[in-house]
């Protein structure tokens, strides 16, 4: 087998995909809560925290851990927060990822009433730290489950804001409400990302927000057929053009989000049909995926390694 | 600073206690022209539904004789006192006092039919603050709940009635009288019957659990709550209202107007009021920005420049002129009421030992009994839990049963023990031995409130087979003292069935006109 040819499945491990994590999901298992928060300290930007959080969200045995981590330690901020997160996650699959119509009463009450609960307990940590990203981010969350109004979900955001202008989560979170499927707007959810890229400085993540604004676009035109919203040369350039002022901007920090970013990319320019445009970003990629975009096309790992062979082959 | 701290020195006078004809007074000189105040401990919390507004009329018929003069005087009646007060020259303040006397002594009841109706008129006029709702869903229809209602009394009270409130509230065992001068006036006479001290009411309650929220209201944010009286809590309205200003108005321009007051409610407990409006389009940030501001003073740091410009706000009251004399009112109105009174120097000793944690302490006060109206949706994700919308309450007779004509699923039951409405979502009851008022309209209408502040409309146009011996039921078993005698209503104001194909879109909002916690 030639060096540079491509290896034959994706991964969508972040653990694997960033070492470093597999340390915090080893701490986990082995019920290790003083690893847990040394890790979250260790790592010094909030946008890394939110992947890293993300992996504890995902782990099922997190809950009596995190819960046994309130109990011992119930001012620990970051126990809290962590333990809300979980609830917002638990009360998500019962909720299922089926638009309102398709969620029962049953569901949609055991699912606020996980959203109360981690609620609860994120208005204290809110209260105790008003800097603490992670919890706020996580009540952009609980806010828009809970259907709490626009105007609440956007001034959880300013707060967050004040002390975390380029919060990448935090934005993906906020620019989820904007969109009609919550209730919003196509005109707010775009005024809301050229913003979140006209305030951020070069080479920050903001720019993937214009590939997600595109792709929920694009998912909501497709609800029958595969719409042919991403084909257009604009939206392509406009892509493109986010792209070369984040990803591919020399400032730009990789940290924990660069798979995601790339993805979002490479998937976005993809399900467009512009594949060229898309190598770049597989190659730098290799076999790196995260389940979105591609889950929402079929099976995450045919569709990520489908579109990277068509992409590499043109490009 | 430019004066002493601690208050010891010739700037604050004493305030000197005497008598005149029986009645507790307090003096204390101050420049200017001479202000006195004449207190009863009697208000609306000591009515009853059906006599609310008595109070108010031996006031307003106490001060008719006065009729128009330069004199600035007034008379108010509150919750739990009733003041007349003036502000002129000795003479003229003497006048006055004598002549409220005089009046209360001899009320001037040929006049009652008119200032019935001109306190209906002004009633009608008055508009309603925010969170006026709250003594209903705390208290019900008795006693601190009174001041959420109208007044029923101005419909039916007779002249021996008013006469007999006058003569055992306005006595001058329950009366104290202050004045700005340091020896009594010549010239006053203010004999009174003699009477006793009337106690504050104890308070009732309508909300098992805390913190509860109902919905409603006009747009903006509404929260009381029940804390301890002390110097702590005081100052701690003033630190809420300062973080509401800032967070709501300030900072996320949700709101205009943002406030927070403290006042004492008997002489154990105070109500803490907070108030936030809302643009319509903020509405449910301006809930999230509240439930946060109490949050964090509950939970998170309260700086201490926060604590110090509050103290210092509190502090100001002192650097008034005639301090003393701006004091004597309120030392009055705790002498009335049998609380104590803290000097100068203890309550700026007070003022001084507050601490964050003690202002963190009533904040938890305050958010463990909170009462909260919002617009829209509810509070239950903040943790507030929903105050009750349906009795708990079941009749124990059985009785007859008159079906909505409008919608199929709502039931009336008129039992001898009590009437009640079932719809598939709840039930309401309000048992005869323990309604509030039962107003009587002489076309049939029967509207029944209970002391637990639940409104049950009985109307025979509405209902099935409610016919005259089926109210009559509700007419005999009512005691009399809550009977309230209407005037024929206004043709249009005797509801109708509205059509089928109507009702279904109508349903919710006619059933809450026909039954709820509102005011009657």
């Known amino acids: 087998m030639s060096r540079t040819a491509p290896p034959i499945r994706a991964e969508f491990d972040p653990c694997v995909t960033i070492p470093s994590l597999a340390d915090l999901r080893g701490a986990l298992r082995d019920d290790d809560w003083g690893t847990v928060e040394a890790?979250?300290?260790?790592?010094?930007?909030?946008?890394?925290?939110?992947?890293?959080?993300?992996?504890?969200?995902?782990?099922?045995?997190?809950?009596?851990?995190?819960?046994?981590?309130?109990?011992?330690?119930?001012?620990?901020?970051?126990?809290?927060?962590?333990?809300?997160?979980?609830?917002?996650?638990?009360?998500?699959?019962?909720?299922?990822?089926?638009?309102?119509?398709?969620?029962?009463?049953?569901?949609?009450?055991?699912?606020?009433?996980?959203?109360?609960?981690?609620?609860?307990?994120l208005i204290d940590v809110c209260a105790e730290h008003p800097a603490y990203a992670m919890a706020w981010a996580a009540r952009l969350t609980t806010a828009r489950g809970l259907q709490l109004g626009l105007s609440e979900v956007r001034r959880r955001y300013e707060r967050l804001a004040e002390h975390h202008p380029h919060h990448i989560s935090a934005q993906s979170s906020l620019l989820q409400r904007l969109c009609p499927k919550w209730g919003g707007s196509w005109e707010e959810a775009h005024a809301f990302v050229r913003t979140c890229l006209e305030s951020a400085?070069?080479?920050?993540?903001?720019?993937r927000l214009v590939a997600e604004v595109h792709l929920e676009r694009w998912l909501d035109d497709s609800d029958i057929n595969p719409s042919d919203y991403l084909r257009s040369a604009e939206v392509r350039d406009e892509i493109l053009a986010a792209a070369a002022r984040s990803v591919q901007h020399p400032d730009y920090r990789p940290g924990f989000d660069w798979i995601g970013d790339h993805n979002t990319f490479a998937g976005a320019l993809c399900l467009g049909g512009h594949h060229r445009e898309a190598a770049p970003f597989f190659r730098t990629l290799g076999n790196k995926a995260t389940e979105s975009p591609w889950h929402h096309v079929g099976d995450k790992e045919v569709q990520f390694l489908k579109h990277r062979r068509t992409a590499l082959a043109k490009g | 600073m430019s004066r002493t701290t601690q208050g010891l020195g010739p700037t604050t006078p004493p305030i000197r206690r005497t008598e005149v004809d029986g009645i507790r007074t307090v003096l204390t000189a101050a420049s200017g022209p001479v202000t006195a105040g004449l207190l009863f401990r009697?208000?609306?919390?000591?009515?009853?539904?059906?006599?609310?507004?008595?109070?108010?009329?031996?006031?307003?018929?106490?001060?008719?004789?006065?009729?128009?003069?330069?004199?600035?005087?007034?008379?108010?009646?509150?919750?739990?006192?009733?003041?007349?007060?003036?502000?002129?020259?000795?003479?003229?303040?003497?006048?006055?006092?004598?002549?409220?006397?005089?009046?209360?002594?001899?009320?001037?009841?040929?006049?009652?039919?008119?200032?019935?109706?001109?306190?209906?008129?002004?009633?009608?006029?008055?508009?309603?603050?925010?969170?006026?709702?709250?003594?209903?869903?705390?208290?019900?229809?008795?006693?601190?709940?009174?001041?959420?209602?109208?007044?029923?009394?101005?419909?039916?009270?007779?002249?021996?009635?008013?006469?007999?409130?006058?003569?055992?509230?306005?006595?001058?065992?329950?009366?104290?009288?202050?004045?700005?001068?340091d020896t009594v006036p010549q010239g006053l006479d203010l004999t009174l019957p003699a009477g006793v001290p009337r106690p504050l009411p104890a308070p009732t309650s309508a909300l098992p659990v805390t913190p509860a929220y109902i919905t409603g209201g006009g747009g903006g944010v509404v929260m009381d709550g029940i804390v301890r009286r002390s110097t702590a809590a005081s100052l701690f309205a003033e630190v809420l209202r300062r973080a509401l200003f800032t967070d709501l108005r300030q900072k996320g321009g949700y709101s205009y107007t943002a406030d927070a007051d403290y006042s004492p409610r008997d002489n154990e407990f105070a109500t803490v009021t907070a108030f936030a409006d809302a643009l319509p389009s903020k509405q449910d940030a301006v809930v999230g920005g509240f439930v946060d501001v109490l949050a964090r003073l509950r939970a998170g740091s309260i700086g201490q420049a926060e604590l110090e410009s509050a103290r210092a706000k509190v502090l100001k009251q002192y650097d008034t002129p005639d301090v003393t004399a701006a004091q004597l009112p309120s030392h009055a109105l705790n002498l009335l009421t049998g609380h104590s009174n803290l000097t100068e120097h203890e309550?700026?000793?007070?003022?001084?030992?507050?601490?964050?944690?003690?202002?963190?302490?009533?904040?938890?006060?305050?958010?463990?009994?909170?009462?909260?109206?919002?617009?829209?949706?509810?509070?239950?994700?903040?943790?507030?839990?929903?105050?009750?919308?349906?009795?708990?309450?079941?009749?124990?007779?059985?009785?007859?049963?008159?079906?909505?004509?409008?919608?199929?699923?709502?039931?009336?039951?008129?039992?001898?023990?009590?009437?009640?409405?079932?719809?598939?979502?709840?039930?309401?009851?309000?048992?005869?031995d323990a309604c509030a008022a039962l107003l009587v309209h002489p076309d049939g209408g029967r509207h029944l409130t209970g002391l637990d502040g639940f409104l049950i409309r009985v109307e025979p146009t509405l209902y099935k087979g409610l016919t005259p011996d089926r109210t009559a039921v509700i007419d005999a078993a009512v005691p009399a003292a809550a009977v309230v005698r209407m005037p024929p209503r206004d043709p249009d104001g005797i509801p109708r069935p509205e059509r089928r194909s109507r009702v279904r879109r109508t349903a919710a909002s006619r059933l809450g006109a026909l039954f709820g916690r509102r005011r009657g």
Not at chain 2, 63 to 78: F, M, V
Not at chain 2, 98 to 110: H, K, Q, T
Request: proline fraction near 5%.
């Open chain 1, 39 to 121: 890790y979250f300290e260790f790592i010094g930007h909030e946008d890394d925290r939110a992947v890293a959080a993300g992996v504890v969200d995902r782990l099922s045995t997190s809950q009596r851990f995190l819960e046994r981590a309130v109990a011992t330690q119930p001012r620990s901020a970051l126990a809290r927060t962590l333990l809300a997160r979980r609830y917002i996650v638990i009360g998500w699959d019962i909720r299922s990822a089926y638009t309102a119509e398709h969620v029962s009463r049953e569901q949609f009450q055991q699912f606020h009433g996980w959203l109360r609960r981690a609620e609860q307990l």
């Open chain 2, 347 to 432: 309550h700026r000793a007070e003022l001084a030992g507050v601490t964050p944690d003690d202002l963190r302490e009533v904040a938890r006060e305050l958010h463990s009994t909170a009462l909260l109206q919002v617009p829209g949706r509810g509070a239950d994700w903040a943790g507030f839990t929903a105050a009750p919308q349906w009795s708990t309450d079941t009749p124990t007779a059985p009785g007859t049963r008159h079906p909505s004509l409008e919608d199929g699923s709502t039931l009336l039951t008129v039992a001898p023990d009590a009437v009640s409405l079932t719809t598939p979502a709840g039930q309401v009851v309000i048992r005869y």
């Open chain 2, 42 to 181: 009697v208000g609306v919390a000591d009515e009853t539904l059906a006599t609310t507004g008595i109070t108010h009329l031996v006031e307003h018929l106490a001060l008719h004789r006065h009729g128009l003069s330069d004199l600035h005087y007034n008379g108010a009646t509150g919750v739990t006192y009733t003041l007349f007060h003036a502000t002129g020259t000795p003479e003229e303040v003497v006048t006055y006092l004598n002549g409220v006397c005089a009046a209360l002594r001899d009320l001037p009841l040929e006049r009652l039919e008119t200032e019935r109706e001109i306190l209906r008129t002004e009633a009608a006029g008055r508009s309603r603050r925010p969170g006026h709702q709250l003594p209903l869903w705390r208290y019900g229809a008795q006693g601190y709940g009174l001041s959420s209602y109208g007044e029923h009394g101005t419909w039916h009270l007779t002249a021996d009635a008013v006469r007999d409130w006058a003569y055992t509230r306005f006595t001058r065992d329950n009366a104290v009288l202050w004045i700005t001068t």
């Open chain 1, 201 to 207: 400085p070069p080479g920050s993540h903001a720019g």
